[in-house]
C-alpha cells in the first residue's frame, strides 16, 4: 500500500525526483537530501509501512543483503574507510518522515563523528529485570 500523502511513498514511486543509486521492484535506494556524509544514502521500501515494526518480514529480510550491496560500492566507488546502518522508529528515536528506511552513512578516515554515546552502567539485578521485561512481550 502507498500513503498520499507520504514524501517517501512519492519518492519511492518516482512521482518525485531524487538521485537514485537502485531501484527493483521492493526498494528504491536515494541520496539524503540533508547528507551526514558524502554519499549518505536511504533505502526506501516501495510500499508505505511507517516503522521497522510494521514492516513486511519478507521485504525486510531483503534490507540487509541490499544494505550489504549499496556498503560495498561506496567503499569501492567512494573510497570510504566503512559504514554505518542507521534506522530510527519513533520520533523519540529521531525518526522524522514516517515511512521506513535504511540511512547508510559512508564513514570516511577523519570524520564525520556519530553514533556515539555515553556508556551508562548496569548491574546483574536490573540486567534480569529488562529481560523479564522484555521477553514477557516476545
Ligand atoms: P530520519 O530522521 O527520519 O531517520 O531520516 C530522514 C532523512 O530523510 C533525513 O536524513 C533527511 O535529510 C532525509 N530527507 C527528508 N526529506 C527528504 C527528501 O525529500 N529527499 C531526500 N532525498 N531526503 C530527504
Ligand atoms: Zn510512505
Not at 522524522?96 to 528506511?101: A, G, I, N, Q, Y
Not at 556515539?116 to 529481560?131: C, N, R, T, Y
Request: glycine content about 10%; some cysteine; overall charge negative.
Amino acid at each position: 500500500m502507498v500513503k498520499d500523502d507520504c514524501i517517501f511513498c512519492k519518492i519511492a514511486g518516482g512521482k518525485i525526483p531524487a538521485a537514485t543509486l537502485y531501484e527493483d521492484e521492493d526498494f528504491r535506494v536515494i541520496l539524503d537530501l540533508g547528507p551526514a556524509s558524502r554519499g549518505h544514502a536511504l533505502i526506501l521500501p516501495k510500499e508505505h509501512y511507517q516503522d521497522l515494526c510494521e514492516l513486511d518480514e519478507a521485504v525486510g529480510a531483503k534490507v540487509l543483503a541490499l544494505a550489504a550491496k549499496i556498503g560495498r560500492a561506496m567503499k569501492s566507488g567512494l573510497g570510504c574507510a566503512g559504514f554505518n546502518l542507521v534506522q530510527n522508529n519513533g520520533e523519540a528515536a529521531g525518526q522524522t518522515v514516517k515511512h521506513f528506511h535504511m540511512h547508510i552513512i559512508p564513514r570516511y578516515e577523519g570524520g564525520p563523528e556519530m553514533v556515539v554515546w555515553k556508556p551508562g552502567s548496569s548491574d546483574a539485578g536490573e540486567l534480569e529485570k529488562i529481560v523479564e521485561e522484555i521477553t514477557a512481550q516476545l
